[in-house]
């Protein structure tokens, strides 16, 4: 699929630069070696390009885990949807980024490349205090309810301050349609909430309130903040599990592996019983509500129903002595931290609030 979009001095420029980028994302499922990196996962990447008409930002995806080959199966791919939605927020008055360019590809019927090109945008710094920035979130996020779209993913980073001092909303990959405005409304009231955490929440629940989005004194608001907030981290956590940006999952008859991304150091395998399982996932714990280093780089585990040892990866910086002290701290901090996010009503939001912005900011380094 093939869709064309912008306009200007360069525009032929602009599609034939294009052109050839995604003929290298066809081949390679990576951003094109004329992109300047922005943000990589294992899924998409996010790149700066150089046009004849200006600056230009590319979003490229590949689909390397079957569960993203069945998540697209029917849907429309990424870029195509994103830039549908982009177009409708346009067309309600609201900033966002132009569409430049749509590239997809299916291979036997399957989800095989995407690419979207945005213009940037002439941003600034976001100077405003912080209850003003939260105001001007939510009526923005209104505006996009008015125009029968809900954003589950309002986080700071997708909003940016324009130069002329209005504000614009950015990644419209997750923004759908929707009908059932009021629940849509109430979900983005929390999204917004959880990321004002410099405003006191009695005040900010008044500020979402005034712009439609809750009905005053609905406590109900930070406890579906607190909700979300959870769910985020314990999706984080179990990404230890997972193939994901970060680990490796290889699962055979035998054993499963899981390991970090990338090559492993110089070390050996130890040896021990199914519940350093706990530990990997207790270390996992630690690393994100707690910003703790990892010590284990790897695990294996036996099929269920083998009998045998698992075993985890130990870097040789590691002393044999303070192996088993890790081991302990790491199954401590799983009876310990586990059940806080796993339990049936989620801690209160400032804490949530203070795990979340220390393991973005770790991230993001």
């Not at 710094?125 to 589950?152: K, T």
């Not at 985020?232 to 997972?242: D, F, I, Q, S, Y």
């Not at 695990?299 to 040789?316: D, K, Q, T």
Request: charge should be positive; include cysteine; proline fraction near 6%.
């Amino acid at each position: 699929m093939t869709a064309r979009g912008g306009a200007g001095a360069g525009a032929d420029g602009d599609l034939a630069c294009l052109e050839a980028m995604w003929q290298e994302v066809l081949a390679t499922g990576v951003l094109p070696a004329a992109a300047v990196p922005v943000r990589t996962r294992l899924v998409r990447a996010v790149g700066t390009v150089a046009l004849p008409s200006g600056l230009a930002y590319l979003k490229v995806m590949s689909f390397p885990r079957a569960g993203d080959k069945l998540r697209y199966l029917l849907r429309a791919l990424p870029a195509a949807h994103e830039a549908a939605m982009l177009l409708r927020v346009r067309a309600a008055g609201i900033a966002c980024p132009e569409v430049l360019a749509v590239r997809t590809r299916r291979a036997a019927l399957l989800p095989h490349r995407s690419m979207l090109a945005l213009r940037a945008l002439p941003v600034a710094a976001d100077d405003a205090a912080p209850q003003e920035r939260l105001a001007q979130r939510a009526a923005l996020a209104r505006r996009l309810l008015d125009a029968g779209l809900f954003h589950p993913d309002l986080n700071t980073d997708n909003f940016a301050r324009l130069q002329e001092g209005g504000l614009a909303v950015l990644d419209l990959q997750s923004v759908r349609p929707v009908r059932a405005r009021t629940r849509a409304a109430r979900r983005m009231a929390a999204r917004l909430l959880l990321e004002a955490a410099d405003v006191e929440p009695a005040r900010a629940l008044e500020l979402l309130a005034a712009a439609g989005l809750a009905q005053r004194g609905d406590s109900g608001v930070e406890r579906l903040a607190a909700a979300i907030a959870r769910d985020w981290l314990w999706a984080r956590v179990l990404r230890c599990w997972r193939t994901s940006t970060e680990f490796v999952a290889e699962r055979g008859w035998l054993r499963r592996e899981h390991r970090r991304r990338g090559d492993l150091p110089p070390g050996r395998w130890v040896a021990g019983g199914r519940d350093l399982a706990r530990c990997w996932e207790g270390q996992r714990l630690l690393e994100v509500l707690e910003g703790r280093p990892p010590v284990l780089l790897g695990i294996r585990v036996m099929s269920p129903w083998l009998p045998g040892e698992c075993s985890v990866y130990v870097p040789a910086t590691v002393a044999e002595e303070r192996v088993r002290d890790e081991l302990r701290a790491m199954d401590e901090a799983h009876r310990r931290l586990a059940a806080t996010l796993t339990a049936k009503t989620p801690p209160p939001l400032r804490t949530l609030q203070a795990w979340r912005r220390r393991f973005t900011a770790e991230a993001a380094r």
